[in-house]
């Protein structure tokens, strides 16, 4: 299992960045996917999850309020993180990890980091003030 983590860059305050997770090598739908981010000199934290069905999606509390939003695209075996109106504390490398929950699927996600089986390599994410 692969996955390829892009889209972070650097954007000022107030813009808006999309994240992707392209997975190879497996089915999306088998799996649960999740996003997480790491600022320097913080521990790694989950950002948001989606099922593997598709039907459930997750938001830690730094990320409710509408400026972050996960989908996923089965026929591209992509998942996305749309990221908007950027704050300076959302400067950090964004991880995508996989959780194999098998052909049938399950109807929930974890933000537990120990609960993913693969990661991606991350994508930084910087913005400026």
């Known amino acids: 299992v692969q996955l390829q983590a892009s889209g972070g860059g650097l954007v000022q305050a107030g813009g808006s960045l999309r994240l992707s997770c392209t997975l190879s090598?497996?089915?999306?739908?088998?799996?649960?996917i999740g996003w997480f981010r790491q600022a320097q000199g913080k521990e790694r934290e989950g950002v948001s999850c989606?099922?593997?069905?598709?039907?459930?999606?997750?938001y830690a509390d730094s990320a409710k309020g509408g400026r972050f939003t996960i989908s996923r695209d089965n026929a591209k075996n992509t998942v996305y993180l749309q990221i908007n109106s950027l704050k300076p504390e959302d400067t950090a490398y964004y991880y995508c990890?996989?959780?194999?929950?098998?052909?049938?699927?399950?109807?929930?996600?974890?933000?537990?980091?120990?609960?993913?089986?693969?990661w991606g390599q991350g994508t930084l994410v910087t913005v400026s003030s």
């Open positions: 990890a996989a959780a194999f929950r098998g052909p049938y699927g399950v109807s929930w996600c974890d933000m537990d980091n120990n609960a993913y089986d693969y």
């Open positions: 090598r497996v089915t999306l739908p088998y799996y649960a």
């Open positions: 989606v099922s593997s069905r598709g039907d459930t999606t997750v």
